[in-house]
């Protein structure tokens, strides 16, 4: 039986769009194209209206949508041993490169993330450590016995939370937390004792007044004012959320309809198109609208997990699974600031915000996905 | 890679990834169930209260100010109109660096500190995102250029028309029309909660004069705009449009020519004349002067011209006609006549012996005339046209001070006349309860003696001479002084006499007042018709007993004030005159000529014939003329 055949038949191999034997010879996994290609049109729809029907911003979220499209095609190619074998490097090269954004980065709205080059343009290295540390760690713990020693969980610690300090030191803490987030999903689902999560989750929880305190930038410091009351400052930071919490509610169940939100069209709602579009889409299609968007959400991260479980060595299954759960954080997060459950962090809603090389990296990390999935051996061990 | 040999148990590794799967996939639904919690309670529980904000964020309901009522003369000329004013607004949020555009500003146009104290103060005050804040207004038409060229460089300015008050006659009406001003927060505190919302929309508010006496007439009703706006606050479309009640045009009862007769007549003296057609009380003048320019206060005056008002010693924001108690002096003579004749304490034929002097038994003061050496055997006829003091302290001796305050009142001294102005002053007619309350002391005869003469405790103000006159004129009819028709209640009645045909007999007295022999002659030379008049002096510097006074010694300002109150043509009187000049000495010689000057402008025609105009009609015959 060849490998193809084999494949055939495993069970829920069937895409939707794209016959499997296409699909696998192109190393892509059917039904999570078929996922993102919804969400992204979807998402397009929802752009159009927030961005008041310009064709231009319609037409630059393709040129990325397809430029992550590629990456997502080119990454599905490269064995996942390939991945395993490069973790170091790309982890070593991204964190100079961490490092040298904080000496001769680009500054644009008050923070250094960017880094310059000439003739290629300017890029985030934080972007490419949305992947590298995730790889990183899965592949600490793919040379080491599972569950980890403690020994084991400093390391990674230390190797999620270097990257994540000098993201959050440039400042961008939204891209910091999901960072180490990617790192810690790794840590949990390589075994982390659940004695050691109780007490981290305690340390958690005494430190957060500190940081306050002590760590935070004044605008960060801000966030969390205007998240625990936004209405202190209705015409300041609180705006925002308070505005973002009237397109939700006013939306209702139904909806006020496509391109009849008056919340964002009359501008009254900013970042409506980046950050905030989450209020765009629950003002104009509602309650049903945002479930549509969750189960659409769901299914890619079911089939994500699906993935994981399938993987057949633990380098791949970790790297997938965190993989797939940062995702989902990305969705938590943005969905939980905009409703005014989280403070305001940085985090565009997943393939429908505007813009941001966020969209190339979360392509590119389902191409690691699908990489994972298409790759797989016969036997395993 | 070298490390220590421990075998990997991969199915071990297996179980554990497959739990901890198992407890991801709990993770997700469980947050993805806090999220869908948060949208339910978001778009389904507080969805109404989410609605009312959004459309409170988009809806806005704007208040449409009525356009005020114009005010024209009796001839439709037209005294107060509205006029759009531009004026320059700053939106902040699209101003970028402040200082530095306001600077720019002030190198194109002028702006005073008063424009930066009043812009700043604004600013703070609460406001909406993206409305604008008026910086100057009155921009003439230069600087509109000016600023329209430049606009390219001052982003954020915004260049508005908004109608105005404008006052075509300026100083000439200034004290009977008043003024409008900006509405403040006290003017709405005052007001009741319906009253507020008709003020919704409004920027301007009566403040004095006819202006502020029919404000509700003139004011007229908001009108309500509901329209769609950006965050921005430009409007996008309009939802509902209930549009505003203009006010009432105002015609009053006054003439302009006569009141232009009577402004130039006083010429640079302080003083005030009223002129009131007796037949049925239109206040035809009503000067007050030195006067104010009114539209200088429209749009909030400058402390640079408020204090050169209130510096100058002549005080022309004073309204002397309305405000101002002189004592009237010999000019209540005839009014006492008549009240002393109908009380019966005198008739036309007794005569006195006027020796020059007034004495009462076992009393040495002396009372003295006007004229030294006394006007020898006078009677009441004689007394009024050589105003002989003697006579009047010996008939308002008998007669008392309570029948002289009854009759008095009846012809509105010392009570308000009801004219249709706020803020009127009663004067005093004084009495034995009015001394013991306002001066705590009792009555003495030489009280009743020195009222005799309207001095001593008597004051009144020009309009009520005017309107006292009147009443005389009209043979005691019940003339309420009015500019628009809506006078206040008063508590006087008709003048009926015992004797009618005394009103006549006094008419004729106060014709021969003019006559050759009498004290007003200045007054009639030349005249078409019969004056009937009475002068008056009013001493500001009290001369004491035994005391002769050089009038060229005197101080500007202590010389005496001149007073004339006269009605004409006699027979048919159509208009009745008080004037007073301040400091104008004598009566006859100063006070006359105007109240001349002001007849004429109502009772001649343009070429000087004798042509008396009928009385005012509510609505005009033929239509309003414009004003040239």
Excluded at chain 1, 29 to 37: E, K, N, S, V
Excluded at chain 1, 307 to 321: D, G
Aim: hydrophobic share 45%; glycine share 8%; net charge neutral.
């Amino acid at each position: 039986m060849s490998q193809r055949e084999y494949l055939r038949q495993m069970p829920g191999q069937t895409g939707a769009t794209l016959s499997p034997g296409l699909a696998m010879r192109l190393h892509l996994d059917a039904p999570l194209l078929a996922g993102l290609a919804v969400l992204m049109l979807g998402g397009l729809a929802v752009l159009y209206s927030a961005g008041g029907e310009s064709m231009e911003i319609i037409v630059r979220q393709c040129v990325r949508f397809g430029a992550g499209l590629t990456a997502l095609f080119l990454l599905a190619q490269i064995p996942p041993r390939s991945y395993r074998f490069w973790a170091p490097f790309l982890y070593t090269g991204g964190l100079a490169l961490l490092v040298l954004v904080l000496i001769a980065g680009t500054e644009a709205k008050g923070a250094q993330r960017w880094l310059s080059i000439p003739g290629i343009g300017r890029f985030q290295p934080a972007e490419a450590m949305k992947l590298a540390v995730p790889a990183m760690v899965a592949w600490y713990f793919s040379e080491r016995t599972l569950p980890p020693k403690l020994m084991d969980v400093l390391v990674a610690l230390a190797l999620l939370g270097v990257p994540a300090a000098l993201i959050g030191m440039q400042p961008d803490l939204g891209t910091a937390i999901l960072i180490a987030a990617s790192g810690l999903v790794v840590l949990f689902m390589a075994g982390l004792s659940w004695r050691l999560i109780a007490v981290a989750v305690l340390l958690v929880v005494t430190a957060a007044p500190l940081m306050y305190f002590f760590v935070m930038h004044d605008y960060q410091r801000n966030r969390v004012d205007t998240f625990l009351n936004p209405e202190a400052d209705p015409r300041g930071t609180g705006w925002n959320i308070i505005q973002s919490k009237t397109a939700i509610g006013s939306g209702g169940v139904d909806g006020k309809g496509w391109l009849d939100g008056t919340q964002s069209r009359l501008d009254f709602l900013p970042e409506s198109s980046t950050d905030f579009i989450l209020a765009v889409l629950s003002e104009e299609f509602g309650l049903l609208g945002v479930s549509v968007l969750l189960m659409i959400y769901l299914v890619i991260v079911g089939r994500g997990f699906f993935i994981s479980w399938q993987a057949q060595e633990t380098f791949s299954r970790l790297l997938a699974s965190s993989l797939t759960m940062t995702f989902f954080i990305y969705i938590f997060v943005n969905i939980g600031m905009v409703s005014g459950l989280l403070p305001v962090v940085g985090v565009p809603l997943p393939l429908i915000s505007y813009g941001g090389t966020s969209i190339v990296t979360l392509l590119a990390s389902f191409g690691m996905l699908m990489s994972i999935h298409t790759h797989r051996r016969l036997m395993s061990y | 890679m070298r490390r220590p040999l421990t075998l990997k148990d991969h199915h071990h590794e297996q179980r554990i990834f497959s739990v901890r799967l198992v407890v991801a996939v709990f993770l997700v639904l469980l947050l993805t169930l806090i999220l869908v919690s948060r949208m339910v309670w978001l778009q389904v529980i507080q969805h109404s209260r989410y609605t009312t904000l959004s459309d409170n964020n988009r809806v806005q309901t704007l208040a449409v100010s009525p356009p005020r009522g114009l005010i024209t003369d009796r001839d439709g000329v037209i005294l107060a109109e509205n006029r759009p004013d531009f004026s320059l607004e700053l939106i902040i949020e699209q101003a970028g660096d402040l200082d530095q555009l306001i600077s720019e500003l002030g190198k194109l146009i002028e702006l005073d500190a008063g424009d930066l104290e009043r812009f700043q103060k604004r600013r703070l005050t609460a406001r909406r995102p993206w409305e604008p804040v008026p910086l100057r207004g009155r921009l003439s038409e230069e600087e509109i250029a000016r600023l329209a060229v430049n606009q390219h460089r001052l982003p954020g300015i915004r260049i508005s028309a908004d109608p105005i008050r404008h006052y075509p006659h300026g100083i000439l009406f200034s004290h009977v029309l008043g003024y409008v001003n900006r509405i403040n927060a006290q003017d709405l505190e005052a007001m009741t909660l319906d009253e507020q919302r008709d003020y919704a929309g409004t920027h301007f508010y009566g403040r004095s004069g006819i202006e502020r006496f029919y404000e509700d007439q003139l004011h007229g009703q908001v009108g309500y705009r509901q329209v769609e706006t950006n965050a921005r606050g430009r409007i996008l479309r309009i939802l509902e449009e209930q549009p505003p009640v203009p006010g009432e045009d105002l015609r009053l009862r006054l003439s302009m020519r006569v009141q232009k007769a009577a402004y130039e007549a006083l010429g640079e003296r302080r003083g005030a004349v009223v002129a009131i057609d007796p037949r049925d009380g239109s206040v035809l003048a009503f000067v007050s002067r030195p006067g104010f320019d009114p539209n200088l206060f429209v749009t909030g005056i400058s402390y640079k011209d408020y204090s050169a008002y209130q510096g100058d010693p002549d005080n022309p924001l004073f309204n002397r006609a309305l405000q101002g108690r002189y004592p009237p002096g010999s000019t209540i003579k005839p009014m006492l006549g008549i009240a002393g004749l109908d009380a019966g304490v005198t008739n036309w034929q007794r005569t006195i012996s006027d020796p020059g002097y007034y004495q009462l038994e076992n009393d040495p003061h002396r009372y003295r005339d006007w004229k030294r050496w006394g006007h020898g055997r006078v009677d009441l006829h004689k007394a009024v046209v050589q105003s002989c003091d003697t006579y009047f302290y010996d008939m308002g001796f008998k007669l008392g001070i309570s029948r002289m305050h009854e009759y008095m009142t009846q012809f509105s001294l010392g009570a308000p006349t009801g004219i249709d102005l706020y803020n009127e002053s009663s004067g005093i007619m004084p009495s034995k309860e009015w001394k013991r309350a306002y001066r705590n002391r009792p009555w003495f005869h030489g009280d009743t003696i020195n009222a005799s003469i309207g001095q001593g405790f008597v004051l009144a103000t020009p309009l009520q001479l005017a309107t006292a006159t009147a009443i005389t004129a009209s043979h005691g009819k019940k003339v309420i002084p009015t500019l628009a028709g809506h006078t206040q209640p008063v508590a006087r009645t008709e003048i009926t006499l015992n004797d009618e045909s005394n009103w006549e007999k006094m008419t004729d007295a106060m014709v021969s007042v003019t006559g050759p022999r009498g004290t007003a002659r200045v007054m009639a030379v030349d005249a078409q018709y019969a004056i009937a008049a009475k002068s008056g002096t009013a001493q500001v510097f009290s001369v004491g007993q035994d005391e002769t006074y050089n009038e060229d010694e005197l101080a500007e300002r202590m010389l005496d004030h001149a007073l004339m109150v006269s009605f004409a043509p006699a027979e048919q009187p159509a208009i009745a005159v008080g004037v007073l000049v301040e400091n104008g000495r004598h009566g006859g010689s100063t006070a006359g000529p105007v109240a001349r000057q002001v007849m004429d402008a109502w009772l001649l025609s343009e070429s000087g014939e004798l042509d008396v105009p009928p009385v005012f009609e509510e609505t005009p015959a033929s239509p309003a003329e414009v004003s040239p």
